[in-house]
């Protein structure tokens, strides 16, 4: 049972665009709710990531947006720029009351930013 | 990315070859993790460790062993390698486990013939 579903799976923009990718969750018990970056040939690495007491959160050109109530989170990506090309990942975990088996990971979207 | 080395980056074995792979951390993270990734599937876990010689399986353990003797080091083997093992493998280590980031190395591609 797939805990954090991510769409879409592929996504083209042209430049300067909105790229967004939603996620939702199902377990309520999550609290902490991180967004990885990869790149062709590298490990995935943070981008950015919320806590659900926050509704929204931007670091730079990219912004989470919260809904608690209906259990999604999604990712967008302000003047998309070729070199944010890359597969990006929402994940989710229980805070302290969870165990260490680390996050829970959506399937990824390839996302492509065209000229 | 905190001073993770993955080994060997790249491997190609036989069907039933013994296979290991190694995840070495100086940043002295108390866990640490395997994932493999296929397309279609994202990341899945298969195996973790909470602290020295403490382990456990995660979601595609089956077929993985792991082991862990020092902070730094965590191992993946895999006992008698097959095709459906044909992936990239990753190693990550965690801080604490409450809010806390995955931080991941730079990933194993293993091929099975």
């Known amino acids: 049972q797939q805990q954090v579903k991510q769409s879409p799976q592929s996504l083209i923009v042209q430049k300067g665009g909105i790229p967004i990718i939603n996620c939702a969750y199902e377990?309520?018990?999550?609290?902490?709710f991180p967004w990885y970056q990869q790149f062709p040939g590298k490990g995935p690495a943070l981008l950015i990531a919320i806590r659900p007491d926050v509704s929204e959160k931007k670091e730079g050109r990219f912004t989470i947006s919260f809904n608690k109530s209906a259990k999604q989170f999604s990712l967008h990506i302000m003047d998309s720029q070729p070199g944010d090309s890359a597969t990006y990942f929402c994940?989710?975990?229980?805070?302290?009351?969870?165990?260490?088996?680390?996050?829970?990971f959506g399937k990824g979207t390839h996302l492509i930013i065209q000229p | 990315d905190a001073g993770i080395t993955q080994s060997p980056r790249h491997k190609v074995t036989e069907t039933g070859t013994p296979v290991t792979l190694r995840c070495h951390q100086t940043?002295?993270?108390?866990?640490m993790y395997w994932y493999r990734q296929d397309p279609g599937h994202g990341l899945r876990l298969i195996h973790y460790s909470y602290g020295v010689k403490d382990t456990d399986k995660g979601e595609v353990s089956d077929g993985y062993s792991v082991s862990r003797s020092k902070t730094e080091d965590f191992l993946l083997t895999l006992e008698s390698a097959t095709s459906s093992q044909t992936s990239v493998y990753f190693c990550?280590?965690?801080?604490?486990?409450?809010?806390?980031?995955?931080?991941f190395g730079n990933g194993t591609r293993l091929t099975v013939t």
């Open positions: 377990n309520t018990a999550f609290d902490y």
């Open positions: 940043e002295n993270h108390r866990y």
């Open positions: 990550a280590t965690r801080r604490d486990r409450a809010h806390s980031p995955l931080h």
């Open positions: 994940a989710a975990s229980m805070g302290s009351g969870g165990g260490a088996d680390g996050l829970t």
